[in-house]
């Protein structure tokens, strides 16, 4: 059980940080 949650808290994490830097690449060049 605690290893399944652990996965599915890494996979949730990687998931917010992928769509974090699509937002943030998306949103340079208006940037600069």
């Known amino acids: ?3 399944k949650t652990l996965d599915n808290l890494f996979y ?3 998931k ?3 769509y ?3 937002k943030i690449v998306k949103s ?5």
Request: a negative charge; hydrophobic letters at 45%; charged letters at 35%.
């Open 16 to 18: 917010d940080i992928y």
């Open 28 to 32: 340079l060049p208006k940037m600069a």
């Open 20 to 22: 974090a830097e699509r």
């Open 12 to 14: 949730d994490t990687l």
């Open 1 to 3: 059980m605690a290893e």
